[in-house]
């Protein structure tokens, strides 16, 4: 499926984005941390009828991390187009669930990009609020990066001091 490859080179490049840093009223934020690792895609089967017919098309992948995030994610993902041209957007959600530098609990992180011939870009945001466990009040970006087969990730984030 030519989507796929789109959705999974765009996934796999390197993206950047802003750390907020400002907390609630009331809630310091602890200084920003960085955890590094890498991690695994699979691709689930497509669901009924699998073939966009509205010019979207929809993908479910699984993560497994390891590195700082230690465990598993869902990603839920919505692309432009039918993977035939080199051009195109995505949109997604992930939620993770595991650990994040030993502290338990999980977030969901907000993936948007676009590609053309010569450019990409990719944002990755962990979405406010969504923070469980240990992992309440987070709050970051994810870098991806990609050599050869394997990916790579960097989580650049922020918890609020206990």
């Known amino acids: 499926m030519r989507i796929s ?77 039918d993977g035939s041209s080199p051009s195109g957007g995505y949109v997604a959600l992930e939620r993770f669930t595991g650990k994040l530098m030993g502290r338990a609990g999980g977030f969901v992180m907000q993936h948007s990009g676009t590609m053309s011939p010569g450019a990409m870009e990719i944002n990755v945001v962990v979405t406010p609020g969504s923070g469980t466990g240990e992992l309440a009040g987070i709050s970051g970006s994810l870098i ?12 650049r984030f922020a918890l609020p001091k206990e």
């Open 5 to 81: 490859i789109f959705i999974l080179a765009a996934a796999a490049l390197a993206a950047t984005a802003e750390t907020p840093q400002a907390g609630k009223k009331g809630h310091k934020r602890s200084m920003q941390q960085e955890a590094t690792g890498s991690f695994e895609v699979k691709m689930l089967p497509p669901a009924a009828g699998g073939v966009p017919t509205d010019g979207f098309a929809r993908l479910s992948l699984d993560k497994t991390f390891q590195g700082g995030l230690d465990g598993t994610s869902r990603v839920e993902m919505m692309a432009s187009g």
């Open 144 to 155: 991806i990066r990609k050599e050869g087969k394997q990916h790579f990730y960097t989580l």
